[in-house]
T-cell receptor
Framework: EAQVTQNPRYLITVTGKKLTVTCSQNMNHEYMSWYRQDPGLGLRQIYYSMNVEVTDKGDVPEGYKVSRKEKRNFPLILESPSPNQTSLYFC?????????????FGQGTRLTVV | QQQVKQSPQSLIVQKGGISIINCAYENTAFDYFPWYQQFPGKGPALLIAIRPDVSEKKEGRFTISFNKSAKQFSLHIMDSQPGDSATYFCAGRTYKYIFGTGTRLKVLA
């Protein structure tokens, strides 16, 4: 089954404690990205990766890091989480072909920073 | 220029009615305009999409109307059902997706 898998689904942490949210896809997609979803703001892109070892900032990258060492994995790292990073996070992947269409989303990770 | 503006923010429709959600964009480089449907506790999933060389696309009860000159597109849900209650996002895509802010639709039984 084609899917994007995120872990954990729920996470409560304290300010300043480093955390990693994992993302893995099994569709051999080149393009992967992270979004955060906040009420009234929709889906905002944090970082994206066009392929292995190629990453770039999205619209709201401050306080986040990513890496793309393998095609299937794209972890999101919060080195020093703060309460304003409390949000619902989604990883997504898609093909970068000329006729590429659908972006596949993970189930989401609800992060609370206290 | 990257923005996609979506309205309304929320919508309540009676069962059997028509739900209409509108989006406007500025970036003429967008080559693909999808609508995503998101149920509570789930990630967004592709509902229907259109390319800018087509003015309308229909899949079952869902129709996208696309007006290239006005840089607007809309989602019409005919015969709306309680099971359609979800959040809907429009988007435009170049090498990345730019999403609208979402519309929370509630269909009353």
């Amino acid at each position: 089954e084609a899917q994007v898998t995120q872990n954990p689904r729920y996470l409560i942490t304290v300010t300043g404690k480093k955390l990693t949210v994992t993302c893995s896809q099994n569709m051999n997609h080149e393009y992967m990205s992270w979004y955060r979803q906040d009420p009234g703001l929709g889906l905002r892109q944090i970082y994206y990766s066009m392929n292995v070892e190629v990453t770039d900032k999205g619209d709201v990258p401050e306080g986040y890091k990513v890496s793309r060492k393998e095609k299937r994995n794209f972890p999101l790292i919060l080195e020093s989480p703060s309460p304003n990073q409390t949000s619902l996070y989604f990883c997504a992947s898609s093909s970068t072909g000329l006729r590429s269409t659908e972006a596949f989303f993970g189930q989401g990770t609800r992060l609370t920073v206290v | 220029q990257q923005q996609v503006k979506q309205s309304p923010q929320s919508l309540i429709v009676q069962k059997g009615g028509i739900s209409i959600i509108n989006c406007a964009y500025e970036n003429t480089a967008f080559d693909y305009f999808p609508w995503y449907q998101q149920f509570p506790g789930k990630g967004p999933a592709l509902l229907i999409a259109i390319r800018p060389d087509v003015s309308e696309k229909k899949e079952g009860r869902f129709t996208i109307s696309f007006n290239k000159s006005a840089k607007q597109f809309s989602l019409h849900i005919m015969d709306s059902q309680p099971g359609d209650s979800a959040t809907y996002f429009c988007a435009g895509r170049t090498y990345k997706y730019i999403f609208g802010t979402g519309t929370r639709l509630k269909v009353l039984a």
